[in-house]
């Protein structure tokens, strides 16, 4: 028996980063909105805990324990007292180390997978608990749609959102690391006085009314700065979409993947053919959003 959960990509529309805490984590105001490009995670029984993936990326994915796929089927067994004996296979189309939650979409991804295949029935509520162990971006990877996270980002309030927007994302050559973008965020910001993050009324209001131009007026990522300090050719990527026609363009969460918000579905493929052919990126993707969490799509 084989159970298969399909779980999307996420891109921050807002993302509020707030000066280092004493434990070295940053308070945010995190505005996720899931798109429409996927990993889906296959689990079955199997003598052991083992991981395989597919897809382009998928030479870079951890195929040992520290696997998010594989973390999160050890800690759903050991709260069960049951043996995580599954294999579990992840074909991998979300960019690895780009900024999209490629990992935590995996992670939600085995964890409901693993619940079925075991036939726990858990509640969401205990789901949604293991999630947030995993890590801050896991717990919206399972809710998907869009939400505002607060705290380390963990804490979701869903949102509700009026509408469908359309989006290119622009792969680049190799990832970035999240820490390490944090990293340069402090020292970029080393001795100013960083404010509260907090989320913008306005941008709430775009979403929830669906008015694609007042969300491309506000969007922002305050760690954009730190991802061009550490890669400035990401620039030219952000010029070529809005040159392209994009209504707004922004690096994805700790990037180096870069998001571009479009007028509608043409005008997205037209934005993603003209990226491509500027030769600053890997490759373009149009995806639209928002798009549901994980869920089963198939049991074998
Ligand atoms: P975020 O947007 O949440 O900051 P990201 O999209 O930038 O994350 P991920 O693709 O989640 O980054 O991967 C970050 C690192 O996590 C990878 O470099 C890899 O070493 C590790 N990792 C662990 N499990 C996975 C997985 N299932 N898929 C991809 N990377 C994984």
Redesign the pocket.
Same mark, same amino acid.
């Given at each position: 028996m084989s159970v298969t959960v399909r779980v999307p #990509?996420?891109v921050?529309v807002q993302l509020a980063v707030g000066g280092a805490r004493p434990d070295g984590y940053h308070d945010l105001a995190n505005v996720f909105l899931a798109v429409g490009l996927y990993?889906e995670v296959t689990v079955e029984r199997a003598d052991s805990l083992t991981?395989t993936?597919d897809g382009p990326?998928a030479g870079?994915? !951890?195929l040992d324990r +520290?696997?998010? #796929? #594989?973390?999160a089927a050890g800690l759903l067994a050991a709260r069960h007292g049951i043996a995580p004996d599954v294999h579990i296979h =992840?074909a991998?189309d =979300? !960019?690895?180390?780009? /900024?999209? #939650?490629? /990992? &935590?979409?995996?992670?939600a991804g085995a964890l409901l997978a693993c619940d079925a295949l075991w036939g726990l029935g858990s509640s969401r509520a205990e789901l949604l608990d293991i999630c947030a162990e995993l890590?801050?971006?896991v717990p919206f990877s399972l809710v998907g749609g869009a939400a505002l996270g607060t705290g380390r980002g963990e804490h979701l309030t869903e949102l509700a959102v009026g509408g469908t927007f359309h989006w290119v994302f622009a792969m680049a050559d190799g /990832?970035? &690391? +999240?820490p390490v973008v944090f990293g340069e965020f402090d020292r970029l910001n080393e001795g100013a006085a960083v404010p509260e993050p907090v989320a913008s009324p306005g941008l709430l209001e775009a979403l929830r009314t669906g008015d694609t131009a007042a969300l491309a007026g506000a969007l922002v990522n305050d760690l954009q700065p730190a991802a061009l300090s550490l890669r400035p050719s990401l620039g030219a990527t952000l010029d070529a979409g809005t040159g392209a026609g994009a209504l707004a363009a922004l690096v &994805?969460? &700790?990037?180096p +993947?870069t998001a571009f918000l479009t007028k509608d579905e043409e005008s997205a493929r037209g934005v993603a053919a003209a990226l491509l052919a500027s030769g600053t990126c890997r490759a373009a993707r149009v995806a639209q959003g928002p798009a549901a969490g994980a869920r089963v799509v198939s049991r074998g």
């Open positions: #990509a996420k921050n990993d991981v993936c990326d870079q994915v !951890p +520290t696997n998010l #796929a #594989a973390r =992840i991998k =979300i !960019p690895v180390a780009g /900024g999209m #939650a490629g /990992g &935590s979409a995996d992670g890590g801050s971006d /990832g970035l &690391s +999240t &994805s969460g &700790s990037g +993947t």
